[in-house]
């Protein structure tokens, strides 16, 4: 079974740093894209960035480009979000989605709060 296991949210206040990890397990073969969601309060998910593995290829929304770093470890099918300059807006909860062989699975969240 697929399973993703994410960790590393917290509290910060404004123009800190975290970084989440996501561990991912059951598809060490295959290719994939892994990326993280973030939902806050009141409001719908929205996309935060994505790798694609071996393509080497990220993605990022515009509300976080050049500040969230998105990286792979491919041996350890793990994805890492390093969040700088973080923001009151960034508080949410983050959700780490991996899609493979065209399916999306998608781990639990970790809690991001940025205070002012």
């Known amino acids: 079974d697929v399973q993703l296991q994410a960790s590393g949210g917290g509290s910060v206040q404004a123009g800190g740093s975290l970084r989440l990890s996501c561990a991912g397990s059951g598809f060490t073969d295959s290719t994939y894209t892994m990326g993280w969601f973030r939902q806050a309060p009141g409001k719908e998910r929205e996309f935060v960035a994505a790798?694609?593995?071996?393509?080497?290829?990220?993605y990022y929304s515009d509300s976080v480009r050049g500040r969230f770093t998105i990286s792979l470890d491919n041996a350890k099918n793990t994805v890492y979000l390093q969040m700088n300059s973080l923001k009151p807006e960034d508080t949410a909860l983050y959700f780490c989605?991996?899609?493979?062989?065209?399916?999306?699975?998608r781990g639990q969240g970790t809690l991001v709060t940025v205070s002012s």
């Open positions: 790798i694609a593995r071996y393509a080497e290829r990220t």
């Open positions: 989605q991996a899609t493979i062989d065209g399916e999306d699975y």
